[in-house]
């Protein structure tokens, strides 16, 4: 699965709204849609900030299987 996939998939899990995120992370709802869309590329930094929020390291985020048990994970 792609990152932004994954993003999306751990943000619903840690039930985060899209607005949350959004506001956390200082940017307009419409441009976080498009990162989890895959339609816009994730900055490195913005890809930090996301792993700080939630409190996962950014290789944890990359490689993240949903298939795998949730509390293994996250």
């Given at each position: 699965m792609s990152i932004n996939n994954n993003?999306?998939?751990i943000r619903?899990?840690?039930e985060i709204s899209?607005?949350?995120m959004s506001k956390k992370l200082n940017i307009f709802n419409t441009e976080y849609k498009n990162i989890e869309r895959g339609s816009k590329k994730i900055?490195?930094?913005l890809l930090s900030k996301i792993s700080d929020i939630f409190n996962m390291s950014i290789y944890d985020i990359?490689?993240?299987d949903s298939n795998?048990?949730?509390s293994n994970q996250i």
């Open positions: 993003i999306r998939i619903e899990i840690k899209i607005d949350d900055s490195d930094t990359e490689n993240y795998k048990s949730i």
